[in-house]
């Protein structure tokens, strides 16, 4: 905040110019704005580092639950609503280093449900009959 003298003597306050964006700022928003074009064309980049041989760059899908404003719970309650309905699950994407999840395989989740079946088999062999 800039202040100056006005004519009756009174300081007056003056907003600042905004701040420039720094030279570093400007050059980390240009590389990301590029690795995200980049993802969206050919996939998820792969991170060389000593943490993990499987994280990657990419857009990661999440979920977040929004709660209500004080209005709509105030209005649910009122009318004599679930506020729980209120709780509303949204999904959304981030652009971030992460490990993804596994993908399974169609055969894969074939031999999976083969393999429950044959334990549930077993395990009702196994219990002793009455």
């Not at 306050?13 to 590389?31: D, G, L, N, R, Y």
């Not at 009122?78 to 993908?103: C, N, W």
Request: hydrophobic share 40%; charged share 30%.
């Amino acid at each position: 905040m800039h202040r100056t003298a006005s004519l009756t003597g009174l300081l007056v306050t003056k907003p600042a110019a905004p701040v420039p964006q720094s030279v570093a700022e400007a050059a980390i928003k240009q590389s990301k704005e590029a690795m995200k074009a980049w993802s969206a064309a050919h996939g998820a980049i792969p991170i060389r580092d000593a943490k993990s041989a499987d994280r990657v760059y990419a857009h990661r899908v999440y979920k977040r639950v929004e709660r209500p404003s004080k209005e709509d719970a105030m209005r649910a309650m009122q009318m004599g609503e679930s506020i729980e309905d209120l709780y509303r699950e949204r999904i959304a994407t981030r652009f971030e280093a992460h490990i993804p999840k596994p993908v399974i395989e169609p055969e894969e989740d074939e031999l999976l449900r083969q393999l429950e079946a044959s334990l549930a088999q077993i395990k009702t062999e196994e219990t002793p009959d009455d």
